[in-house]
C-alpha cells in the first residue's frame, strides 16, 4: 500500500484571497490554521495561467485533485471564458517576507539559507531602525 499524503483528504482545504487585480487573484491554501501552500493566477483573453507553490508533500494523485479543485472553485468561478489551464507546480517553504525597507547592503539583514538551520526566521527585531 502507497504511503498517504498528508494532503490525500481536500475537505477542509480553504481559499483565502491575498491579491486581487483586474487580470489575477493569489490565494493562499489553508487548512485549519495552517497555510499549506499558494496559487497565484493569472488571466489571459484564453488561458490561465496559474503557478502553485505546496508547501507538504504530496503524492501524484493528491496534487491532480488540488489542480482540479483550484480549477473548479476559483478557475471556474471567475466568470473568465477560457481554453486551457496551465499550472506550474514548485514545492518549498518561506524563507522571509521582504518590502521596500529590506536593503541587502545592510549585513544583518542578508539571509543565511543554511539548510540545516531550518529555525532562523525574519524578525522585526532584527531590523535596525
Request: glycine fraction near 6%; charged fraction near 35%.
Amino acid at each position: 500500500m502507497a504511503a498517504r499524503s498528508n494532503m490525500d483528504n481536500l475537505n477542509d482545504l480553504r481559499f483565502d484571497r491575498h491579491f486581487r487585480t483586474p487580470s489575477s487573484e493569489g490565494y493562499y491554501l489553508v487548512r485549519g490554521e495552517t497555510r499549506i501552500g499558494m496559487v497565484d493566477l493569472h488571466f489571459t483573453s484564453t488561458t490561465v495561467h496559474g503557478t502553485l507553490i505546496v508547501e507538504q508533500e504530496i503524492d501524484r494523485d493528491a496534487l491532480a485533485q488540488l489542480i482540479e479543485r483550484i480549477d473548479e472553485d476559483l478557475v471556474l468561478s471567475a466568470d473568465t471564458p477560457r481554453d486551457d489551464f496551465l499550472v506550474s507546480v514548485y514545492t518549498g517553504k518561506e524563507v522571509g517576507f521582504f518590502n521596500d525597507t529590506f536593503r541587502a547592503d545592510q549585513e544583518d539583514l542578508v539571509a543565511d539559507l543554511d539548510e540545516d538551520d531550518e529555525d532562523d526566521e525574519f524578525d522585526d527585531d532584527d531590523v535596525e531602525g
